[in-house]
């Protein structure tokens, strides 16, 4: 069991952050009266987390085992739960949304997200629902010794779902969200491959270990094969929105959407290629490395933007996904474009603190470092093989993973949570009279 400690994803978030920033050949302007408080208030959020992180030294290690026959049954009622949120979504992808494979994705992708909240009846139960594919892999992950193979092959093609779902609506954010959860489950789990593990080392200071497999050939390359072809979808997302768009100066346009002054060698050398496939990847080259840095400056406009520093929601903004079911018995809730007038820009990334600061301004301070005890503890149980422990902390690392990019505790995302809090649910309380304390 390999687990990377919390404050290690931190560091590795910061300097992804930090190697896109000083690569990307543009400035960022218009950032506000003042850049000393936002940047005080971003380094209080994080040093309060590692703070909290600090204060936790140790769990108990006693936890209940649980019967092959209570684990068949768990993941039995998850998956039937989880194919019928699948079986849901596709339905309204195909017929009521006609997304899937649209003639004009972007554009369909668009009405969608104007249309606010009318998803209908099949639309709410399948966003509940269909994350638990997602969950009930991870749970057979764990327990992989107590289901037959075959199962397991059946729960592994419909539990990557929802990438085929971000595939096909040219979503990336979810693929990487999924498929991070599923690398921090794998590496707590007990699979028997993961035998001998290699430790990354900085000036002798240990980061983190990976399993040595990851090292081999056979495996090492179909990784790397996989991560370029991500950046290759990527660039073809980039590419099709901006044929969407019909940008005739992408550049010139992005400098005033982006508040950016774009370096004048870079825009002459996209100028002065001729290939529009070698223009496009430059293009969308840029494109990715601002996907990355501008987060931390849109929080600095963002937070000299608002009037308040005390907060204005105190949760509703950041927790709206679950919050706009109020709306199903009557009460008046706002719109989450509502909400989000207060905001400096819609529809741009502020880092994980970004709409945190929107909700709860500097008394978030305290939050931040109730959070970081609370990822410590469960960074602590996971290590000790608590189920319930590793469902939660996989949702939790690949959050602070990006959190120098963006707030992934928010939206869809939160259907992810959902299922796992209900997944721990049964755990804890669906019966088992063979339960030893150990």
Same mark, same amino acid.
């Given at each position: ?65 649980? +019967? ?9 009622? !998850? ?70 193979? $075959? ?19 040219? +979503? ?14 794998? !590496? %707590? ?85 001729? $290939? ?58 706002? +719109? ?10 819609? %529809? ?15 008394? /978030?301070?305290?939050? $931040?470092?109730?959070? /970081? ?12 093989? +608590? ?6 902390? %996989? ?13 992934? %505790? ?29």
């Amino acid at each position: 069991m390999s687990l990377i400690k919390p404050a290690y994803l931190l560091i590795t978030s910061f300097i992804i952050w930090l190697i896109a920033y000083l690569s990307i050949p543009a400035t960022y302007i218009n950032l506000g009266e003042s850049l000393w408080f936002p940047i005080l208030t971003l380094t209080f959020f994080n040093l309060l987390f590692v703070l909290g992180l600090n204060t936790v030294n140790g769990v108990p290690k006693k936890h209940p085992q649980i +019967s092959i026959q209570k684990k068949q049954i768990i993941i039995l009622l !998850l998956f039937g739960i989880g194919v019928l949120g699948a079986t849901l979504r596709v339905f309204q992808r195909v017929f009521i949304q006609e997304i899937y494979f649209a003639e004009d994705l972007v554009k369909t992708r668009m009405d969608l997200m104007a249309n606010e909240g009318n998803s209908g009846l099949i639309g709410v139960i399948s966003a509940v629902a269909y994350p638990f594919t997602t969950v009930t892999l991870m749970l057979a992950i764990l327990w992989i010794k107590s289901i037959r193979k $075959s199962f397991f092959i059946v729960i592994f093609l419909i539990g990557l779902y929802p990438i085929y779902d971000s595939f096909l609506t040219e +979503s990336r954010l979810l693929i990487v969200f999924v498929l991070g959860m599923l690398v921090v489950t794998v !590496l %707590a789990s007990k699979i028997s491959f993961f035998k001998s593990f290699t430790t990354f080392n900085f000036h002798k200071l240990p980061l983190f270990r990976i399993p040595t497999i990851l090292r081999r050939k056979r495996v090492f390359i179909p990784l790397i094969i996989i991560s370029v072809g991500f950046v290759i979808f990527s660039q073809k997302v980039i590419n099709n929105r901006l044929a969407a768009f019909g940008y005739k100066d992408t550049l010139t346009i992005w400098e005033y959407y982006h508040e950016t002054k774009i370096d004048k060698d870079f825009k002459q050398e996209v100028k002065r290629e001729n $290939s529009i496939v070698q223009k496009n990847k430059q293009i969308g080259m840029y494109s990715l490395k601002h996907y990355f840095s501008h987060s931390v400056f849109e929080y600095v406009r963002l937070v000299n933007h608002l009037e308040s520093s005390y907060g204005y929601y105190y949760g509703l903004f950041e927790f709206y996904t679950f919050i706009k079911f109020a709306k199903i018995i009557g009460f008046d809730i706002p +719109s989450f474009s509502e909400l989000n007038e207060v905001s400096y820009k819609p %529809a741009v990334y502020t880092t994980f603190w970004g709409p945190f600061f929107i909700d709860f301004g500097v008394f /978030g301070f305290i939050i $931040s470092f109730i959070l /970081g005890r609370f990822t410590k503890r469960m960074y602590l149980k996971a290590r000790e093989g +608590s189920e319930s422990a590793i469902l939660i902390y %996989a949702f939790i690392a690949v959050i602070i993973l990006a959190s120098f990019f963006v707030n992934l %505790a928010m939206g869809g995302n939160l259907y992810f949570l959902n299922a796992i809090f209900i997944s721990i649910l049964f755990i804890k309380f669906w019966p088992n009279k063979t339960v030893i304390t150990v």
